[in-house]
Protein backbone atom coordinates (compact mmCIF):
# COMPACT_ATOMS: atom_id res chain seq x y z
CA UNK A 1 0.00 0.00 0.00
CA UNK A 2 1.41 3.67 -1.09
CA UNK A 3 1.64 5.53 1.84
CA UNK A 4 1.51 9.62 0.80
CA UNK A 5 3.87 12.01 1.54
CA UNK A 6 4.20 16.01 0.12
CA UNK A 7 6.85 17.32 -1.45
CA UNK A 8 7.05 21.38 -1.27
CA UNK A 9 9.30 23.97 -2.91
CA UNK A 10 9.93 27.55 -2.25
CA UNK A 11 9.35 29.06 -5.69
CA UNK A 12 8.37 32.66 -7.30
CA UNK A 13 11.51 33.57 -6.00
CA UNK A 14 13.13 34.72 -9.88
CA UNK A 15 15.60 31.64 -9.41
CA UNK A 16 14.74 30.73 -13.33
CA UNK A 17 14.11 26.98 -12.22
CA UNK A 18 10.45 26.95 -11.63
CA UNK A 19 9.10 24.49 -14.44
CA UNK A 20 11.42 22.10 -13.99
CA UNK A 21 11.05 21.91 -9.87
CA UNK A 22 7.12 22.29 -10.26
CA UNK A 23 7.05 19.07 -12.53
CA UNK A 24 8.25 16.82 -9.42
CA UNK A 25 6.78 18.20 -6.28
CA UNK A 26 3.21 18.28 -4.66
CA UNK A 27 3.19 21.43 -2.69
CA UNK A 28 4.15 25.07 -4.03
CA UNK A 29 4.93 27.76 -1.43
CA UNK A 30 5.17 31.23 -3.94
CA UNK A 31 7.00 34.44 -2.61
CA UNK A 32 4.36 36.77 -2.17
CA UNK A 33 6.54 40.16 -3.13
CA UNK A 34 8.11 40.90 0.36
CA UNK A 35 11.29 39.37 0.05
CA UNK A 36 11.37 38.27 -3.24
CA UNK A 37 8.71 38.03 -6.53
CA UNK A 38 5.96 40.54 -7.80
CA UNK A 39 2.67 40.17 -9.09
CA UNK A 40 3.39 39.37 -12.59
CA UNK A 41 5.35 36.50 -10.69
CA UNK A 42 3.18 35.19 -8.21
CA UNK A 43 0.39 35.20 -11.42
CA UNK A 44 2.81 32.81 -13.67
CA UNK A 45 3.84 30.35 -10.95
CA UNK A 46 0.13 30.22 -9.83
CA UNK A 47 -0.84 29.27 -13.33
CA UNK A 48 2.24 27.01 -13.40
CA UNK A 49 0.94 25.02 -10.39
CA UNK A 50 -2.75 24.41 -11.04
CA UNK A 51 -0.75 23.02 -14.75
CA UNK A 52 0.93 21.03 -12.78
CA UNK A 53 -2.05 19.98 -10.37
CA UNK A 54 0.61 21.51 -7.76
CA UNK A 55 -1.06 22.90 -4.83
CA UNK A 56 -0.77 26.66 -4.00
CA UNK A 57 0.56 28.02 -1.17
CA UNK A 58 1.86 31.75 0.13
CA UNK A 59 5.11 32.05 1.40
CA UNK A 60 5.17 35.38 3.16
CA UNK A 61 8.54 36.85 4.41
CA UNK A 62 10.06 39.86 6.47
CA UNK A 63 9.48 43.37 3.95
CA UNK A 64 13.57 42.87 2.91
CA UNK A 65 13.91 42.17 -0.48
CA UNK A 66 17.49 43.05 -0.69
CA UNK A 67 18.50 40.60 2.22
CA UNK A 68 16.16 38.07 0.74
CA UNK A 69 14.18 38.01 4.15
CA UNK A 70 17.20 36.58 5.76
CA UNK A 71 17.24 39.10 8.35
CA UNK A 72 15.38 38.45 11.84
CA UNK A 73 13.70 41.82 12.34
CA UNK A 74 11.61 42.84 16.33
CA UNK A 75 8.33 43.53 14.96
CA UNK A 76 5.09 43.95 16.96
CA UNK A 77 2.41 41.24 17.20
CA UNK A 78 0.09 43.65 15.19
CA UNK A 79 2.64 44.53 12.63
CA UNK A 80 3.27 40.32 12.10
CA UNK A 81 -0.19 40.00 11.36
CA UNK A 82 -0.26 42.65 8.92
CA UNK A 83 2.65 41.96 6.85
CA UNK A 84 1.24 37.99 7.01
CA UNK A 85 -2.04 39.43 6.18
CA UNK A 86 -1.00 41.87 3.06
CA UNK A 87 0.82 38.99 1.66
CA UNK A 88 -1.10 36.16 1.93
CA UNK A 89 -4.06 37.74 0.97
CA UNK A 90 -2.20 39.52 -1.99
CA UNK A 91 -1.55 35.85 -2.97
CA UNK A 92 -5.59 34.77 -2.43
CA UNK A 93 -6.38 37.67 -4.61
CA UNK A 94 -4.07 36.30 -7.43
CA UNK A 95 -5.06 33.06 -7.17
CA UNK A 96 -8.68 33.81 -7.60
CA UNK A 97 -8.95 35.59 -10.42
CA UNK A 98 -7.08 31.90 -12.32
CA UNK A 99 -10.27 30.18 -10.88
CA UNK A 100 -7.48 28.74 -8.07
CA UNK A 101 -7.77 28.58 -4.17
CA UNK A 102 -4.83 28.71 -1.10
CA UNK A 103 -4.21 25.38 0.28
CA UNK A 104 -1.39 26.67 2.78
CA UNK A 105 0.88 29.38 4.31
CA UNK A 106 4.94 28.74 4.98
CA UNK A 107 6.51 31.50 6.33
CA UNK A 108 9.95 32.54 4.65
CA UNK A 109 13.34 32.28 5.95
CA UNK A 110 13.89 34.14 9.12
CA UNK A 111 10.57 34.58 9.83
CA UNK A 112 9.92 30.83 9.60
CA UNK A 113 12.68 29.95 11.70
CA UNK A 114 12.01 32.69 14.48
CA UNK A 115 8.31 31.68 14.55
CA UNK A 116 9.72 28.17 15.16
CA UNK A 117 11.58 29.30 18.37
CA UNK A 118 9.56 32.10 19.51
CA UNK A 119 6.24 31.36 21.06
CA UNK A 120 4.84 35.20 20.58
CA UNK A 121 5.82 35.13 16.48
CA UNK A 122 4.68 31.68 16.38
CA UNK A 123 0.88 32.78 17.72
CA UNK A 124 0.88 35.68 15.70
CA UNK A 125 1.68 34.32 12.11
CA UNK A 126 -1.02 31.48 13.31
CA UNK A 127 -3.60 34.63 14.26
CA UNK A 128 -2.65 36.06 10.95
CA UNK A 129 -3.47 32.71 8.99
CA UNK A 130 -6.60 31.74 11.06
CA UNK A 131 -8.37 35.27 10.32
CA UNK A 132 -7.88 35.26 6.63
CA UNK A 133 -8.96 31.44 6.21
CA UNK A 134 -9.29 29.01 8.96
CA UNK A 135 -9.20 25.98 6.14
CA UNK A 136 -5.57 27.30 5.40
CA UNK A 137 -3.25 24.65 6.09
CA UNK A 138 0.16 25.64 8.31
CA UNK A 139 3.48 24.44 7.24
CA UNK A 140 6.30 25.16 9.93
CA UNK A 141 9.20 23.16 11.34
CA UNK A 142 8.64 19.74 12.66
CA UNK A 143 8.45 19.91 16.46
CA UNK A 144 8.34 23.68 16.62
CA UNK A 145 6.59 26.45 18.49
CA UNK A 146 5.07 27.15 14.45
CA UNK A 147 3.25 23.78 14.62
CA UNK A 148 1.88 24.15 18.80
CA UNK A 149 0.46 27.21 18.52
CA UNK A 150 -1.40 26.88 15.10
CA UNK A 151 -2.90 23.60 16.71
CA UNK A 152 -3.91 25.64 19.50
CA UNK A 153 -6.06 27.44 17.46
CA UNK A 154 -7.54 25.28 15.74
CA UNK A 155 -5.58 25.25 12.21
CA UNK A 156 -4.63 22.21 10.63
CA UNK A 157 -0.88 22.07 10.28
CA UNK A 158 1.67 20.28 8.47
CA UNK A 159 5.21 19.07 9.77
CA UNK A 160 7.86 20.12 7.91
CA UNK A 161 11.12 18.59 7.47
CA UNK A 162 14.19 19.26 4.86
CA UNK A 163 15.96 17.73 2.14
CA UNK A 164 18.52 20.11 1.62
CA UNK A 165 19.35 21.71 5.35
CA UNK A 166 21.03 20.22 8.43
CA UNK A 167 19.73 19.82 11.55
CA UNK A 168 21.14 20.47 15.60
CA UNK A 169 20.27 18.55 18.41
CA UNK A 170 17.46 20.30 19.97
CA UNK A 171 15.70 19.56 16.44
CA UNK A 172 16.18 23.04 14.64
CA UNK A 173 18.19 23.64 11.51
CA UNK A 174 21.76 24.60 11.61
CA UNK A 175 21.84 27.95 11.06
CA UNK A 176 23.25 29.28 7.40
CA UNK A 177 26.17 31.04 8.92
CA UNK A 178 27.58 27.47 9.59
CA UNK A 179 29.00 25.70 6.84
CA UNK A 180 27.61 22.75 7.15
CA UNK A 181 24.04 23.79 7.26
CA UNK A 182 23.43 23.09 3.85
CA UNK A 183 23.35 19.64 2.63
CA UNK A 184 24.81 19.67 -1.20
CA UNK A 185 25.70 15.81 -2.27
CA UNK A 186 22.13 14.12 -3.93
CA UNK A 187 22.87 11.06 -2.03
CA UNK A 188 23.08 12.34 1.55
CA UNK A 189 19.93 14.28 1.27
CA UNK A 190 18.25 11.24 -0.30
CA UNK A 191 19.69 9.70 2.97
CA UNK A 192 18.24 12.20 5.29
CA UNK A 193 14.56 12.13 3.70
CA UNK A 194 14.31 8.33 3.59
CA UNK A 195 15.73 8.57 7.41
CA UNK A 196 12.80 10.98 8.62
CA UNK A 197 10.19 9.61 6.19
CA UNK A 198 10.50 6.32 6.70
CA UNK A 199 11.86 5.55 10.25
CA UNK A 200 10.85 9.22 12.14
CA UNK A 201 14.28 10.46 12.57
CA UNK A 202 17.29 12.82 11.67
CA UNK A 203 21.07 12.47 12.02
CA UNK A 204 22.28 15.53 13.72
CA UNK A 205 25.84 17.47 12.47
CA UNK A 206 26.80 16.37 16.04
CA UNK A 207 25.94 12.32 14.17
CA UNK A 208 23.14 12.04 17.29
CA UNK A 209 19.71 10.29 15.85
CA UNK A 210 16.46 12.85 16.41
CA UNK A 211 12.93 11.82 16.38
CA UNK A 212 11.15 14.01 13.88
CA UNK A 213 7.60 14.28 12.47
CA UNK A 214 7.53 14.56 8.46
CA UNK A 215 4.71 15.16 7.06
CA UNK A 216 5.94 17.85 4.32
CA UNK A 217 9.55 17.70 2.68
CA UNK A 218 10.76 20.98 1.70
CA UNK A 219 13.64 21.61 -0.87
CA UNK A 220 14.60 25.09 -1.38
CA UNK A 221 14.23 26.82 -5.20
CA UNK A 222 16.88 29.09 -4.21
CA UNK A 223 19.20 25.43 -3.56
CA UNK A 224 22.33 25.03 -5.98
CA UNK A 225 21.14 21.33 -6.93
CA UNK A 226 17.53 22.27 -6.48
CA UNK A 227 16.62 20.81 -9.76
CA UNK A 228 18.60 18.02 -9.41
CA UNK A 229 17.23 17.40 -5.73
CA UNK A 230 14.01 17.30 -6.74
CA UNK A 231 14.19 14.64 -9.04
CA UNK A 232 16.22 12.50 -7.31
CA UNK A 233 14.12 12.52 -3.54
CA UNK A 234 10.70 11.99 -5.78
CA UNK A 235 12.27 9.27 -7.44
CA UNK A 236 13.42 7.58 -4.26
CA UNK A 237 10.66 8.07 -2.41
CA UNK A 238 8.09 6.60 -5.59
CA UNK A 239 10.74 3.63 -5.13
CA UNK A 240 10.13 3.11 -1.34
CA UNK A 241 6.53 3.12 -1.43
CA UNK A 242 5.55 6.38 -1.37
CA UNK A 243 2.98 8.65 -3.46
CA UNK A 244 4.02 12.45 -3.59
CA UNK A 245 0.78 14.12 -2.84
CA UNK A 246 -0.25 17.73 -1.43
CA UNK A 247 -1.58 17.43 2.36
Same mark, same amino acid.
Given at each position: ??????????????????????????????????????????????????????????????????????????????????????????????????? #????????? *??????? %? +?? @??? !???????????????????????????????????????????????????????????????????????????????????????????? #????????? *??????? %? +?? @??? !????????????
Amino acid at each position: MLVSIDLNCDLGEGCGNDDELMKNISSANIACGFHAGDAGMMKRTVELALENNVAIGAHPGYDDRGNFGRIEKNLSREDLVEIVSIQVNSLAAISRTLG #AKLNHVKPH *GSLYNRS %A +RD @IET !AAAIAEAIKLIDPNLILFGLSGSHSITEAERIGLITASEVFADRTYINNGSLTPRSEPDALIKATEDSIEQVLNMVKYGRVRTTNKIMIPII #AETICIHGD *GENAVEF %A +RS @INK !ALSENGFSIENP
